[in-house]
């Protein structure tokens, strides 16, 4: 096992055991190894899923702490890492759908969070965005037909907007 999935793990033993500071630290410490392989080799889409999935977890910790501000940050820097590297290119082709899958596993945690929590409207746009590529990418994602009226539209439990 990599040292990075070790404290994958240690930091998902600690969040089930409620011991947040314990399970932010070894998140944190899992995207930094994470992000420092993946930048030496930038077509694996194994180091990259992970990168998003360390990420995803910090967001969940935070939100489980309700810190939506700094939950949506670790949503939405994967989101954005994507978007950036699709746009670059200079990607080996075998690279391009893996990199279209990231995507969708970014945008869609996004469109959950925008459920629960107040977003800007700068914010929803590009979440807008983000549905209306899914929709038309993948026609059968029941996601966006259950909670199409909803993004946005729920108050946060501290009633602020999300940036």
């Given at each position: 096992?990599?040292?990075?999935?070790?404290?994958?793990?240690?930091?998902?033993?600690?969040?089930?055991?409620?011991?947040?500071?314990?399970?932010?630290?070894?998140?944190?410490?899992?995207?930094?190894?994470?992000?420092?392989?993946?930048?030496?080799?930038?077509?694996?889409?194994?180091?990259?899923?992970?990168?998003?999935?360390?990420?995803?977890?910090?967001?969940?910790?935070?939100?489980?702490?309700?810190?939506?501000?700094k939950a949506s940050e670790f949503l939405v820097f994967p989101y954005r890492r994507i978007i950036t590297l699709i746009k670059s290119g200079g990607l080996s082709e075998a690279f391009k759908p893996p990199?279209?899958?990231?995507?969708?596993?970014?945008?869609?945690?996004?469109?959950?969070?925008?459920?629960?929590?107040?977003?800007?409207?700068?914010?929803?746009?590009?979440?807008?965005?983000?549905?209306?590529?899914?929709?038309?990418?993948?026609?059968?994602?029941?996601?966006?037909?259950?909670?199409?009226?909803?993004?946005?539209?729920?108050?946060?439990?501290?009633?602020?907007?999300?940036?």
């Amino acid at each position: 096992m990599n040292q990075w999935q070790q404290k994958l793990h240690q930091g998902n033993v600690n969040f089930h055991q409620c011991k947040w500071r314990s399970a932010e630290t070894a998140y944190l410490d899992a995207a930094r190894m994470l992000e420092h392989e993946w930048f030496k080799d930038l077509d694996n889409p194994q180091l990259m899923m992970a990168w998003i999935a360390a990420m995803h977890n910090l967001a969940a910790l935070y939100e489980n702490q309700k810190i939506p501000q700094k939950a949506s940050e670790f949503l939405v820097f994967p989101y954005r890492r994507i978007i950036t590297l699709i746009k670059s290119g200079g990607l080996s082709e075998a690279f391009k759908p893996p990199l279209f899958k990231a995507l969708k596993c970014t945008v869609i945690p996004l469109l959950e969070f925008s459920t629960k929590h107040r977003i800007c409207k700068c914010c929803q746009h590009y979440l807008d965005e983000a549905k209306e590529w899914l929709s038309l990418s993948w026609p059968d994602l029941q996601y966006l037909h259950r909670n199409q009226n909803h993004i946005g539209n729920q108050s946060s439990p501290t009633d602020r907007t999300i940036h």
